[in-house]
């Protein structure tokens, strides 16, 4: 089993700057990638972004393209989510994921392809 566990959220003024963290424990792997999702209330969990298995390649959706910034720790096995230039539709829970299978990025963007799941941490962004 794989535990995955975000932290960093909080309350930010827009334009402001968050790091997220996710740090994984268990049966860590340097050989998978990673992904970044969001829920907003009363929207669908969407994809923020993903990370090859050794941080070469980063993919991101275009609403926080340029924004936001993905990279990954192997050492620490830690995945961070640094993000810039906040806006209020920012706002939401925000989850790290690993995925199901070792040296692929799979579909940009598919949730069916990750496996383990952290329990998510709020970020609220205010105008």
């Known amino acids: 089993q794989v535990q995955l566990v975000e932290s960093g959220g909080g309350l930010v003024q827009a334009g402001g700057s968050l790091r997220l963290s996710c740090a994984a424990s268990g049966r860590t792997s340097s050989n998978y990638a990673m992904g970044w999702f969001r829920q907003a209330p009363g929207k669908e969990r969407e994809f923020v972004g993903d990370?090859?298995?050794?941080?070469?390649?980063?993919r991101y959706a275009d609403s926080v393209n340029g924004r936001f910034t993905i990279s990954r720790d192997n050492a620490k096995n830690t995945v961070y989510l640094q993000m810039n230039s906040l806006k209020p539709e920012d706002t939401a829970v925000y989850y790290c994921a690993r995925h199901r299978f070792v040296f692929t990025l799979g579909t940009k963007g598919a949730s069916s392809d990750y496996e383990y799941w952290g329990q998510g941490t709020q970020v609220t962004v205010s105008s």
């Open positions: 990370i090859s298995w050794g941080g070469g390649s980063t």
